[in-house]
């Protein structure tokens, strides 16, 4: 079965610290993955895919198959990193339908 | 352009009623989904239309549940006999998918209808 999982309800980090989301997946064939995210008030929104190997405001992921993970990290947090990401798996041969994690609220201190 | 809105951005109801949830993708967009967001579960998938292709209505949670897509553009989402346990936020989305199978596609949310169920 299709299933993303991210561990983590809420992470708790201060400015400057190093911020890692955790994301793994379940899925037998070779899978999309993506990060969106939510700011406060506004909508989901993409934040980045792994097929395109960027960086999107100082964030990057790396898919893993071995470990079937798909973890986003950040050197340095920024306040403005206070959102809710969601990592999301589409293995449904280019329909487009995605699969979702439970979410992880990050939240940056000054 | 404009993006994907939904209305009404709230809906209240009592329970045992029916209630009908508009979306209007992206102009052009040929893919739409339907998504549900409930507090602690996450986005759960909930149909997907693409072109004049039959629906993918697998994630839909029971047959009160249905949706139609009118001249591949705006979308209803109608629930029969509203329960407590529909409570949540109904996020629409759309994205272009290429008929050559481009994947990758990024989907463009709405902002959600928030329904509550008394």
């Known amino acids: 079965a299709q299933r993303v999982t991210q561990p983590e309800k809420l992470l708790s980090v201060f400015k400057g610290a190093p911020v890692e989301l955790k994301c793994n997946y379940s899925y037998s064939g070779s899978p999309e993955l993506f990060w969106y995210v939510q700011y406060s008030r506004q909508r989901l929104q993409l934040l980045l895919r792994?097929?395109s190997r960027e960086s999107i405001k100082g964030f990057t992921a790396d898919l893993n198959k071995g470990e079937t993970s798909f973890h986003l990290k950040k050197p340095f947090a920024q306040e403005e990193d206070s959102a809710m990401y969601y990592c999301?798996?589409?293995?449904?041969?280019?329909?487009?339908?995605?699969?979702f994690g439970q979410g992880t609220t990050l939240q940056v201190k000054p | 352009g404009a993006g994907v809105s939904q209305s009404p951005s709230n809906k209240v109801t009592e329970k045992g009623k029916d209630v009908e949830l508009r979306c209007d993708p992206i102009s052009g967009h040929t893919a739409l989904y339907w998504y549900r967001q409930s507090l602690g579960q996450g986005l759960e998938f909930l149909i997907y239309?693409?072109?004049?292709?039959?629906?993918?209505k697998s994630g839909l949670p029971s047959d009160r549940f249905s949706a139609e897509r009118t001249g591949g553009s705006v979308s209803t989402l109608t629930i029969q006999r509203t329960q407590q346990e529909d409570s949540a936020v109904y996020l629409c989305?759309?994205?272009?998918?290429?008929?050559?199978?481009?994947?990758?596609?990024?989907?463009?949310f709405g902002p959600g209808t928030r329904l509550t169920v008394l």
């Open positions: 239309f693409q072109g004049n292709s039959a629906p993918d």
């Open positions: 999301a798996l589409d293995g449904s041969s280019n329909t487009g339908k995605l699969i």
């Open positions: 792994h097929i």
């Open positions: 989305a759309s994205s272009l998918l290429g008929y050559s199978g481009v994947t990758q596609n990024e989907q463009f």
